[in-house]
């Protein structure tokens, strides 16, 4: 657990100085752990929230722990600091490719399929109708995303006929390349828990 801990404070470091920014105007700054605990929750179904790790920024700009886990997933109350926070709850294989890709590596280390959840929603950043990879692009604005979840593997965008922006259809391949990740515009709330054992 301390291992993913470590991935994620990592992770939770990049996003943070690439939305510098932003962080004036964080809404999550001002929420009491209660609330940051309820907050980082929402990002993903019960079934897996309710045993996963919640970690928040403190004061000093690192990750806390907010709670222990026992699942392989940890939860973020805020992944980058807008002014409405967008919660993300990753398991372990999703964690070490996002922080491959913030450490500017040639491809993820992940080595197997991994899924992250945001239930409130999330960020990206576009210019002329295009998704860029860097919030920092001269001309780039801000867009909301709905409710998703994501697949972290690297798709490729010829074989599996997939658009490269959001469309209708509510699934699309972000960022193609060895980055590339399946984005799927559905409530994570609404998925179906699995059977008890």
């Known amino acids: 657990m301390k291992k993913a801990f470590a991935i994620l404070a990592c992770l939770f470091t990049a ?19 209660e609330e940051l ?17 919640i970690m928040a920024k403190g004061p000093d700009g690192k990750l806390r722990v907010l709670k ?3 699942n ?23 964690t070490s490719w996002a922080t491959s890709f913030l450490n500017g590596e040639p491809k993820p280390a992940n080595t197997e399929p991994g899924i992250a959840y945001m239930g ?3 960020w990206h950043w ?5 998704i860029v990879m860097d919030p920092a692009t001269p001309g780039a ?16 965008a010829q ?23 399946l984005m799927v515009y559905q409530d994570p709330m609404k998925l179906p828990a699995p059977p008890r054992k």
């Open 126 to 130: 576009e210019k002329d109708g295009q």
């Open 120 to 122: 409130l929603g999330g």
């Open 159 to 181: 074989k599996t006929a997939l658009p490269l922006n959001p469309s209708r259809f509510g699934a699309y391949l972000m960022y193609p390349g060895p980055y590339g990740h």
């Open 68 to 70: 222990e886990g026992t």
């Open 141 to 156: 604005k801000k867009v909301k995303e709905p409710p998703h979840w994501m697949i972290t593997w690297p798709f490729d």
């Open 15 to 33: 996003l943070s100085y690439s939305n510098a920014d932003a962080q004036n105007k964080s809404a999550s700054s001002s929420m009491s752990d």
């Open 37 to 53: 605990i309820r907050t980082a929750m929402s990002a993903a179904p019960p079934h897996i929230s309710r045993d996963a790790a």
């Open 72 to 94: 392989e997933f940890t939860c973020i109350a805020d992944l980058s600091g807008q002014e409405a926070p967008d919660p993300i709850c990753a398991d372990r294989a999703a």
